[in-house]
C-alpha cells in the first residue's frame, strides 16, 4: 500500500532563512505523482507544488522547490527566503496510481507545522 | 482563489440530523473528490467522482452518501450524525484522468462541521 511519511511535527525558522520540510513516501509502482499543500489556520488547503516520478528535474515555484530523490523515494520541499506568511500547516501527498481503482485520490502525510519567527 | 466553491463554511447540528455539503468544480474539472479532516484521523479520503459517475471509494461511512450532478456540481450527505463526524471536509477537482494522471488538484475552502 502506498504511504507518506512525514517525520517533523514541528519546524520553526527565522525569516528570510531556507527552510526544508522533509516527506518520504513508499510505492512499489514506477509511476506516480507528488504533492504539497499548505493549510494556513484558517484551513483552506493551498497547492504549493507537483513532482512527477518521471520528471526529469526538480519541480520549482517561486520561492518552494522540491528536492526530488527517487532512489531515497523522498520529495522534501524547500521554501527559500521565509516569510512571516508561510507559517502554516504543510502537507505532502501522493497521487494514486491510475488504473488501480483510485484513480487520482491522494493519500496525505500527518504534516508539518512551520513557525517562522521574526 | 482555487476556483473550488463550497458551502456552507460552517455549519452547526444537532446528534441524529442530516446534512448536505456542496461543491462546485473549477471550470472544466471533471474530478471530484471529497475528504475529511480530523484531529485524530488526518486526511482521509472519501469518495471521488469522475464526470457523474462514482470512480472510487474511501474510508466513507454508510451513512454519508455523495453524488455529482450533471452540471458536475456535487454534493456530499450526512446522515445520523455523531459527535465523532465533526470535522473539516473538503472538496476537491482536477481535470480528469487521462491514463497519465492530473497533475494538480485544487481544494475548496472547506466545510467546518460541528455536530452538537
Known amino acids: 500500500a502506498q504511504k507518506i511519511t512525514q517525520t517533523q511535527p514541528g519546524m520553526f525558522v527565522q525569516e528570510k532563512e531556507a527552510v526544508t520540510l522533509d516527506c518520504t513516501y513508499d510505492t512499489s509502482d514506477p509511476s506516480y505523482g507528488l504533492f504539497w499543500y499548505k493549510q494556513p489556520s484558517s484551513g483552506e488547503m493551498i497547492f504549493l507544488i507537483y513532482q512527477g516520478s518521471y520528471d526529469q ?9 522540491l528536492n526530488f530523490q527517487k532512489a531515497r523515494k523522498s520529495a522534501n520541499l524547500v521554501i527559500s527566503a521565509s516569510q512571516l ?22 493519500i496525505f502525510g500527518a504534516g508539518t507545522r512551520l513557525a517562522v519567527h521574526p | 482563489d482555487s476556483g473550488v466553491t463550497q458551502t456552507p ?52 461511512l454508510e451513512r454519508f452518501s455523495a453524488q455529482q450532478f450533471p452540471d ?6 450526512l446522515s445520523s450524525l455523531e459527535l ?9 477537482s482536477s481535470p480528469g484522468w487521462t491514463g497519465e494522471g492530473d497533475t494538480e ?5 472547506g466545510t467546518r462541521l460541528t455536530v452538537v
Open chain 1, 57 to 65: 528535474q526538480n519541480a520549482t515555484e517561486g520561492r518552494y522547490s
Open chain 1, 85 to 106: 506568511g508561510d507559517s502554516a500547516m504543510y502537507f505532502c501527498a501522493m497521487r494514486e496510481i491510475p488504473g488501480t481503482g483510485g484513480y487520482n485520490k491522494l
Open chain 2, 9 to 60: 463554511k460552517h455549519l452547526i447540528t444537532a446528534t441524529g440530523q442530516r446534512v448536505t455539503l456542496r461543491c462546485s468544480p473549477r471550470s472544466g474539472d471533471l474530478s471530484v473528490y471529497w475528504y475529511q479532516q480530523s484531529l485524530d484521523q488526518g486526511l482521509q479520503f472519501l469518495i471521488q467522482y469522475y464526470n457523474g459517475e462514482e470512480r472510487a471509494k474511501g474510508n466513507i
Open chain 2, 72 to 77: 458536475l456540481h456535487s454534493e456530499l450527505n
Open chain 2, 84 to 92: 465523532g463526524d465533526s470535522a473539516l471536509y473538503f472538496c476537491a
Open chain 2, 105 to 109: 488538484a485544487f481544494f475548496g475552502q
